[in-house]
């Protein structure tokens, strides 16, 4: 069958090949690869700079945002041949840590998860791939092809679920979100931020293309220039970007009781002078928190899904702004000026 | 009767002098001052850098950390004469914002809150003050004169509320904490996380003094030196310095999921490089929180009293390492090397 491979941390190694189909375990689903979708984690294992092979092999499939059909399951699992499956791309340790075990591997204490895709097990853009039944999910048929986005929803779903218990420190209830940063992350956060009822504002850098319409149609407002031009006094400030300087302006510039979510990455240094002792004087003083999300389990997954299926078919449909055959995988690698997500049709 | 005053945000103009009793308004308590406690923000009063009077006046009486006896009670209060009273530092604003609505002052969102002895109304550095009957608890009798300790206690009380509650957002809950900053806030601290049976180190600067055997007698470890040299993964650090470099150390040093809480506070600017990006990454890849704290409300004070209560009375009153006559205030003033807290008798 044919994948998607790649030699991690060698640049210019990835490639589709031809490679042996999976074999199921006892426990695994197989599926029928249908979407990969394509994120930043993708493009820095194709340059080179992340990912690690599973044990005794150089190549790993690459892929962890993905849709397929179950082509067989293990009875007892809710999961039946033709079922639109979503696996989920971090596995705990068979050793787990107190978070692993407890099903919060999301949430791992000791690093030692691997990931699809990315670190230490193949991914899933692949003609088949193969998944532990209970590290899959099953979308519903009216979702289709628009499941592909239930791993970046389940990022925001855990994002919002870790907001709404830091908001319940107080008596309070937020009312303003500012979403900084307007990719898909950043968008499907605005998405949930608009079914939480949040006055919603959106900050990016681009002036045209879908990003602005797509905020607008949310009934959230887009916002380009700095920070405080976007929304002066925001409840929460759910951070897509990773860029330094952002997240410093968002943690500098909410009011008292301000919710900072840093859910962003962005590789390199980027050294800033820093008054530290201002800084905490502004978060003890106005009782600010700040705190980093990253990945999902079960649970955020099915929250996805459920946030998913609330939502206009034709909004969630204008973030997939190209879908592109496996064998043009290069192209879907390469981010357009006008993309948000861009998928591939490992089927095509 | 006679009582320390000082005229705000002018150096060198505290003093004590005869001012007029103050009256008792409908649903407040008079009091017969015993205790107040010197703390950071009183010598800031004192030095000109901070404070407001009441409206209409120059001068305002110092003390916010305070115990006496209820003099006399408005019915239904629950207070009565003789009563060991502590009373609450901070007040809502008459048009409340939603949190001081609620109760929760301590989490006040518009700053139009007043604090006795700070900010807009009389402390308790008097031979006789008043107090709202709902912002004044009853200390047991046992506590006696330590219950001048409730106030700092109910700073670590709602600390290590928020604390817990932050912990819930994962699975696992914390079992080593880190205390930075052995002052009396940070040996209360250090006081509270042994009461919930946790692995305690504490880190402070001096190597002589009650500090050492004060961290060792809670059975807790005393450190001096680097953040990362006291305690290498604490799974929570709660903060009392205020120090730039110390609070970016204890964010930048913890281990996955680890929660920093930021209760001390520095005055001047301390500029140090940062680079941001990294620290961004770390906080989200590990899914830490850091989140300052400031002030108290009526829960917080309740529970600083039955942790107080608990506590052995001997070792709390090894935290009162200097005990003055309200005449030799200036002297409880300035620091000394070996203090703690240092209390001002204002009956004697």
């Known amino acids: 069958m044919r994948a998607l491979t790649v030699e991690p941390r060698r640049a210019a190694s990835a490639r589709v090949e031809e490679v042996d189909a999976p074999v199921p375990g006892p426990g695994d689903v197989l599926v029928e690869g249908r979407l990969v979708g394509v994120c930043g984690t993708d493009r820095e294992i194709a340059d080179g700079a992340y990912g690690a092979p599973p044990d005794g092999r150089h190549r790993l499939v690459l892929g962890h945002e993905a849709v397929g059909r179950a082509v067989s399951a293990p009875d007892g699992t809710g999961i039946s041949p033709g079922d639109l499956v979503v696996p989920i791309v971090r596995r705990p340790d068979p050793v787990p840590c107190a978070s692993c075990a407890a099903g919060e591997w999301d949430m791992c204490r000791n690093g030692l998860y691997t990931e699809h895709g990315i670190k230490g097990v193949d991914g899933f853009a692949a003609e088949l791939f193969t998944v532990a039944a209970d590290h899959a999910v099953v979308a519903p048929e009216a979702l289709g092809d628009l499941a592909v986005l239930v791993e970046p929803a389940s990022i925001v779903a855990k994002a919002w679920a870790q907001v709404d218990h830091m908001a319940e420190r107080a008596s309070w209830r937020p009312q303003v979100a500012l979403v900084t940063g307007a990719g898909p992350v950043g968008l499907l956060a605005a998405l949930l931020a608009r079914q939480r009822g949040l006055e919603t504002h959106v900050l990016d850098v681009v002036t045209a293309g879908p990003k602005p319409g797509l905020v607008a149609d949310l009934g959230a407002t887009y916002h380009t220039g700095a920070v405080t031009d976007a929304c002066p006094a925001p409840d929460v400030v759910v951070e897509c970007t990773g860029v330094g300087a952002v997240v410093l302006d968002a943690i500098a510039h909410n009011p008292p009781g301000g919710i900072v979510c840093l859910t962003g990455?962005?590789?390199?240094?980027?050294?800033?002078?820093?008054?530290?002792?201002?800084?905490?004087?502004?978060?003890?003083?106005?009782?600010?928190?700040?705190?980093?999300?990253?990945?999902?389990?079960?649970?955020h997954y099915l929250a996805a899904i459920q946030a998913l299926g609330v939502a206009d078919a034709g909004w969630l449909g204008r973030l997939i702004t190209r879908r592109l055959p496996l064998a043009e995988w290069e192209a879907a690698f390469r981010s357009g000026t006008d993309d948000v997500k861009v998928v591939i049709d490992v089927a095509a």
Do not use: C, I, Q, Y
């Open 265 to 299: 990455l962005s590789s390199g240094a980027r050294t800033v002078e820093l008054d530290a002792a201002a800084l905490n004087r502004r978060l003890v003083l106005e009782n600010d928190v700040v705190f980093g999300t990253v990945n999902a389990n079960h649970r």
